[in-house]
């Protein structure tokens, strides 16, 4: 009896640290959505509202990390369900920096104000954006499911961004050729395309922890990774 | 005596964390050195040791997530000592990432090697690399020292990586818009300058988390942050 109530004490700490992280996933995933909002209607009031929110995050997850110690130094719990609050405390330092990336997107919609966003790179970040929030919402559910197989199919997802990011690097740098007037802000929006595309990482690093939670192992091979945007404008060889 | 056993037990096992930290700070610190190297000379088969050495610190860094849990399964420890191995989980965490900063910026001396690095320009991310290093590198010795105070002194210091990082910034666009042939070349050399300011945040981070072992709160404020690159270009109010 006295071993139910304990377990079940536990279970709801356990409960609490997820929900805490699904309300952070909520908050991570609003804010990068605004802030490519923000910058494509050049809306500095979302844009504020963006970075001031971040500090919520902040919050989220030092609390995350007081209660699992709290939980671990009460309960002593063993391997499994040690990788289980040591697995959630670094999904909540990625949410975190999720939070942290739209803060700098939002933060870059002042300087990219005066000039506009071109409708088609607009299009771009929208659909960059598009697909790493998918990413980042499906992996969050795989949390919640706590599927290994899932979390191995939405690593395999991370090229698709990866691959749309680099065509949207290669048409900033047109844009910035074409006319030099282009190029401060088409630097914003680099960053801006580089920021949503980190998002994806996240996602990644969410899925491996996942697979780690759940498994006790490491997911194998080499992440998939088509970052050729690190090396546009090599020579060819 | 059984007690005493276990606590040098116990005692070196947090030993070998804070030595496996000790040299995943060494590696980071000379891949990211090298990295700067690498770009500035053209050094291609420098570049491809730093790419292939990343893979040494994602393993270090599983290894002490690994013992860790270990640790804590079989030694229970209370409060502080949990704040230690949770603080050491995420400085590890911390020097990976820096680790893949570095072996982004190698990556991107392909890019830049057809067109070289103007030897102002190099001078300009050779210097904001020293500035990052030595910031890691103390913050390190901190770690070792467990100072709570130095901790705070250091974490105050970022402030300066940050405004040399946006004045090569403004540098940077000022090259691109002299000569839309540097163009391409400048923005890999953008990317790089900002993988060397985030050594600074992630040395940052590692002074937080050092605190947050000491003392058990969080450092007080809001970070010094001179982020003005974000803001560059925005039209003056």
Same mark, same amino acid.
């Not at 309960?75 to 959630?88: F, H, K, N, S, V």
């Given at each position: 009896?006295?071993?139910?109530?304990?377990?079940?004490?536990?279970?709801? @700490?356990?409960?609490?640290?997820?929900?805490?992280?699904?309300?952070?996933?909520?908050?991570?995933?609003?804010?990068?959505?605004?802030?490519?909002?923000?910058?494509?209607?050049?809306?500095?009031?979302?844009?504020?509202?963006?970075?001031?929110?971040?500090?919520?995050?902040?919050?989220?997850?030092?609390?995350?990390?007081?209660?699992?110690?709290?939980?671990?130094?009460? $309960?002593?719990?063993?391997?499994?369900?040690?990788?289980?609050?040591?697995?959630?405390?670094?999904?909540?330092?990625?949410?975190?920096?999720?939070?942290?990336?739209?803060?700098?997107?939002?933060? $870059?919609?002042?300087?990219?104000?005066?000039?506009?966003?071109?409708?088609?790179?607009?299009?771009?970040?929208?659909?960059?954006?598009? #697909?790493?929030?998918?990413?980042?919402?499906?992996?969050?559910?795989?949390?919640?499911?706590?599927?290994?197989?899932?979390?191995?199919?939405?690593?395999? $997802?991370?090229?698709?961004?990866?691959?749309?990011?680099?065509?949207?690097?290669?048409?900033?740098?047109?844009?910035?050729? +074409?006319?030099?007037?282009?190029?401060?802000?088409?630097?914003?929006? #680099?960053?801006?395309?580089?920021?949503? @595309?980190?998002?994806?990482?996240?996602?990644?690093?969410?899925?491996?922890?996942?697979?780690?939670?759940?498994?006790?192992?490491?997911? +194998?091979? @080499?992440?998939?990774?088509?970052?050729?945007?690190?090396?546009?404008?090599?020579?060819? @060889?």
């Amino acid at each position: 009896m006295a071993s139910t109530h304990i377990l079940s004490a536990y279970d709801e @700490e356990l409960k609490y640290l997820n929900r805490r992280i699904s309300e952070m996933g909520g908050l991570a995933e609003q804010m990068c959505g605004d802030a490519v909002r923000a910058l494509v209607n050049s809306d500095t009031a979302l844009a504020q509202k963006i970075i001031s929110d971040d500090v919520i995050l902040d919050h989220a997850e030092r609390e995350i990390q007081d209660k699992a110690i709290v939980t671990i130094a009460k $309960r002593q719990p063993m391997a499994a369900d040690l990788r289980e609050i040591i697995g959630t405390l670094r999904i909540a330092a990625d949410l975190e920096r999720v939070g942290d990336l739209g803060k700098n997107t939002a933060k $870059r919609v002042i300087a990219v104000q005066g000039t506009g966003v071109p409708r088609k790179l607009a299009r771009g970040l929208e659909h960059l954006s598009e #697909l790493a929030l998918v990413q980042l919402k499906d992996v969050l559910d795989v949390f919640a499911s706590r599927s290994a197989e899932k979390a191995e199919i939405i690593r395999a $997802r991370d090229e698709e961004i990866d691959a749309m990011y680099t065509s949207l690097f290669r048409e900033l740098l047109t844009y910035m050729m +074409e006319d030099p007037r282009n190029i401060t802000s088409c630097t914003h929006l #680099l960053f801006c395309a580089k920021n949503i @595309e980190r998002i994806g990482d996240h996602a990644t690093n969410i899925a491996e922890t996942i697979y780690y939670i759940k498994t006790g192992a490491q997911l +194998e091979g @080499e992440r998939p990774k088509d970052d050729t945007a690190n090396t546009v404008g090599a020579p060819a @060889e």
